[in-house]
């Protein structure tokens, strides 16, 4: 699995390592019971704070993709497919309608008329 | 035409050789087993006489199991030929002659004794299976050379990264013969210290642990270079700096090509190592100074191109 962080770039840090596993787990790189590689070594990879890459890692299990537990590490989720997936696609219109000029009540209103 | 020629030779070195190989054990054993002593003289002192013996049945199983890994292992060859098809044939060519042809020489220098201690066979016996060993052997590895093919399959390809890119790539192995042989000597090492001398059963027991660690091998690809330890135990350890490598080739790792399963060779010895938990999809590094290192790895062939990506910016003069 290939993480890959820009030191330049304008979206945080923990964002860009966040994005990427999201994209690994959508495209089935990474599948269910997988174990992401443990912070403390991404983070000496990547040469960022570890606390960066813990950020990332518990953004993802708030949306339900991992599971961190001490000892075993941080493990990918069943139900994880999907829910990336749609994250990863909300993601791109959230970013599009900012693009366009939308408000985010715009962009719920859009949702309510297609739904 | 070249096409029919190759053919052809595969058939012949890699099908009637093995048949060949295990014929001579068949044969010799065969038309004398009826005469010979049971024991059977298998050992001799240089002046001839007989020094060791050895059950008939036994000898039999050793001689068949011997030729039939060797005539196993040059059908796999003809079979799918890979770029170490010519030492594999040579070293399964020589073993598997060397058995059959001394076999031959001991079945004969048995028949129509009744004790072993009266058996003689002197060195002329052994040399002339050297010699016919070697003898085979030179023509196998010539045609085995003909159907290898070259030794990188795979377009080496390099992942371009920005100045401000720090990429960082994990990989992992595993390998169920690992787990299955490690479980099974903690089981027997446990039985054994129960039943039997304990300190036999802490080194069955201690084996099944290190057994346990080759289960799986993680490696790590970043800025500073490549990392490979083991699994579940963390050592061994190897970190290969970025600036001891000259180049990374995605590869087909054979366990048999390197020596079996585990870690075999040493860089500072032999100038090669490998760290193989099965055989397929391997990553092989050309390391400064001709040593070369090969580990098996699932998904290769982006490892080859993370790590041959960080080579070409690495090498790239930087502004500024």
């Known amino acids: 699995m290939l993480i890959r962080v820009d030191a330049g770039s304008s979206e945080p840090l923990f964002a860009q390592i966040g994005a990427q596993v999201r994209a690994a787990i959508a495209t089935g790189r990474v599948a269910e019971g997988d174990r992401l590689p443990p912070a403390r070594e991404l983070a000496e990879s990547l040469g960022v704070n570890m606390h960066t890459v813990l950020r990332a890692y518990g953004d993802l299990r708030d949306e339900g993709l991992v599971d961190m537990r001490r000892r075993r590490g941080v493990i990918v989720r069943a139900a994880g497919d999907t829910r990336a997936r749609l994250l990863e696609l909300a993601r791109e219109l959230s970013a599009e309608a900012v693009k366009q000029g939308l408000s985010k009540a715009d962009l719920r209103k859009l949702l309510e008329e297609v739904g | 035409m070249e096409l029919v020629v190759d053919k052809w030779q595969r058939r012949m070195v890699f099908v ?8 001579l054990v068949v044969v010799a054993a065969g038309l004398t087993w009826g005469d010979l002593p049971n024991p059977l003289a298998t050992r001799f002192h240089p002046d001839g006489s007989a020094t060791g013996s050895m059950p008939r049945n036994t000898w039999l199983v050793m001689q068949l199991a011997v030729a039939g890994l060797c005539a196993g292992e040059l059908a796999h060859i003809g079979r799918r030929p890979t770029p170490d098809a010519p030492i594999l044939a040579a070293v399964a060519s020589f073993i598997g002659f060397l058995v059959g042809l001394l076999g031959l020489f001991i079945a004969m220098a048995n028949e129509g004794h009744a004790d072993w201690h009266d058996v003689t066979m002197g060195n002329g016996a052994i040399a002339g299976a050297l010699g016919g ?5 030179l023509p196998v590895v010539q045609m085995a050379r003909r159907i290898a093919p070259p030794h990188a399959p795979y377009a ?8 401000n890119e720090h990429p ?9 013969g690992f787990a299955l042989a490690g479980v099974a000597n903690i089981a027997l090492g446990m039985v054994i210290v129960v039943t039997n001398q304990a300190w036999v059963g802490v080194v069955v027991f201690a084996i099944g642990i290190v057994l346990l660690g080759f289960t799986s091998v993680v490696v790590v690809i970043d800025g500073r270079g490549i990392g490979v330890r083991s699994g579940p135990l963390g050592w061994p350890r190897i970190r290969l700096p970025l600036g001891v490598i000259e180049e990374a080739t995605p590869v087909i790792v054979r366990a048999m090509a390197v020596g079996g399963w585990g870690y075999r060779g040493s860089l500072r010895l032999f100038r090669r190592a490998a760290w193989v938990l099965r055989s397929g999809p391997g990553l092989e590094l050309q390391l400064r100074g001709g040593q070369r290192f090969t580990v098996s790895i699932d998904d290769a062939d982006e490892a080859a191109a993370v790590l041959n990506g960080l080579l070409a910016r690495a090498a790239m003069p930087r502004s500024g």
Do not use: D, K, Q
Request: glycine share 14%; aromatic share 14%; charged share 5%.
């Open chain 2, 133 to 137: 060993a070697i003898g085979w052997t």
């Open chain 2, 16 to 23: 009637v050789l093995p048949v060949v190989i295990l014929g």
């Open chain 2, 168 to 176: 960082a790539w994990f990989g992992h192995t595993r390998s169920i």
């Open chain 2, 156 to 163: 080496n390809r390099a992942m371009p990264f920005g100045p």
